[in-house]
């Protein structure tokens, strides 16, 4: 079993940046792949980003290419989301997921996922 905890979200200013992480604790860690999903009021939650188990390979979702990064350290049990240029559009509570299926975007594929933390871009 794997137990997942978010932190680094806040309120930040359209173009500004922020990191997130995503601490995983158990030793298999290195067993999953990792995703990064958000969900905004009134809407389904959208898969963000997506990276493999070694971390050799990513996915992103359209809205977030060439502003977000997704990186993996395993000896530190931790998966990140660099956030850059910043949008009001990407204020969601974002959450961390594991699945044994790599760089898939379909929820239901992630067997483990964290509380979420809130990311607020004011305009």
């Known amino acids: 079993q794997v137990q997942l905890l978010e932190s680094g979200g806040g309120l930040v200013q359209a173009g500004g940046s922020l990191r997130l992480s995503c601490a995983a604790s158990g030793r298999t860690f290195s067993s999953y792949a990792m995703a990064w999903f958000r969900q905004a009021p009134g809407k389904e939650r959208e898969f963000v980003a997506a990276i493999t188990r070694s971390g050799g390979n990513t996915r992103y979702a359209d809205s977030v290419e060439g502003r977000f990064t997704i990186s993996r350290d395993n000896r530190e049990n931790t998966v990140y989301l660099q956030m850059n240029s910043l949008e009001p559009e990407d204020t969601a509570v974002y959450y961390c997921?594991?699945?044994?299926?790599?760089?898939?975007?379909?929820?239901?594929?992630?067997?483990?996922w964290g509380q979420g933390t809130q990311v607020t871009v004011s305009s």
């Open positions: 997921a594991a699945s044994s299926v790599a760089l898939t975007s379909t929820p239901g594929h992630y067997d483990y």
